[in-house]
């Protein structure tokens, strides 16, 4: 258990839809970071947040958005669903520093029918 | 370019042999960290060892121990004693300090442990 924790760990839903995913990160970590995972475009970096702050953006979609609350814990909005969109999103979290270590969470499967 | 090559897409190993599994990276960053994770069947990430481009030794952690060869730009994954718990794919990812604390992930090779 790496201590991140998110949910839902499914979401099934239908095209066109919104939805929104939940990361806790592990105690005392400041960096938060979304990750998403797909057959064919393996691990791509989404977006990072630290302590509130956006910190960095990589493949993120311009239908995707995220936020981190005061209370550290980060969401990942995903709206006008595609069937590309389906996907495991990770969440991961690090104290903070370049050279911390990230942990994963055990992810959410989106299906997007 | 890609910046981390992992060029065995699939291995299969016998139980408590030691196995490597390759990395080969791309940076012009003085400054960068080098990651194994692993990943099941059941999908979740687990960190397995870090080496830092400024540590003077092997990183080694349990049955792991990472190969790192700076001057060729590689830092393969050894596992010792091969157990069929460690079949899973792993993923080899690189960090750049100096460009932002995004990690960057290889495509992955799938360890299959025979019995």
């Known amino acids: 258990d790496s201590g991140v924790t998110q949910t839902p760990k499914h979401l099934i839903t239908a095209t066109g839809q919104r939805v929104t995913l939940r990361c806790s990160p592990r105690?005392?970590?400041?960096?938060v970071y979304w990750y998403q995972q797909s057959l064919d475009q393996g691990l791509q970096f989404l977006i990072q947040y630290y302590n509130g702050e956006e910190r960095a953006k990589g493949n993120i979609l311009e239908r995707f958005s995220a936020q981190q609350f005061p209370d550290l814990h980060s969401e990942l909005n995903l709206s006008s669903l595609e069937l590309g969109d389906s996907a495991l999103y990770f969440c991961?979290?690090?104290?903070?520093?370049?050279?911390?270590?990230?942990?994963f969470g055990p992810g959410t499967r989106l299906t997007v029918l | 370019a890609q910046k981390i090559t992992q060029t065995q897409p699939g291995m299969f190993v016998q139980e408590k042999e030691a196995v490597t599994l390759d990395c080969t990276y791309d940076?012009?960053?003085?400054?960068?960290?080098l990651f194994w994770y692993k990943q099941p069947s059941s999908g979740e990430m687990i960190f397995l060892i870090y080496q830092g481009s400024y540590d003077q030794q092997n990183a080694t952690e349990g049955r792991y121990s990472l190969n790192f060869q700076k001057a060729r730009k590689s830092a393969n994954l050894v596992i010792s004693a091969s157990q069929l718990g460690d079949s899973a794919m792993y993923f080899c990812a690189m960090r750049e300090v100096n460009r932002d604390d995004k990690i960057i992930f290889g495509k992955g090779t799938r360890l299959h442990i025979l019995p």
């Open positions: 940076t012009s960053d003085p400054s960068y960290g």
């Open positions: 105690s005392g970590d400041l960096s």
């Open positions: 991961a979290s690090s104290e903070g520093q370049a050279t911390d270590t990230q942990y």
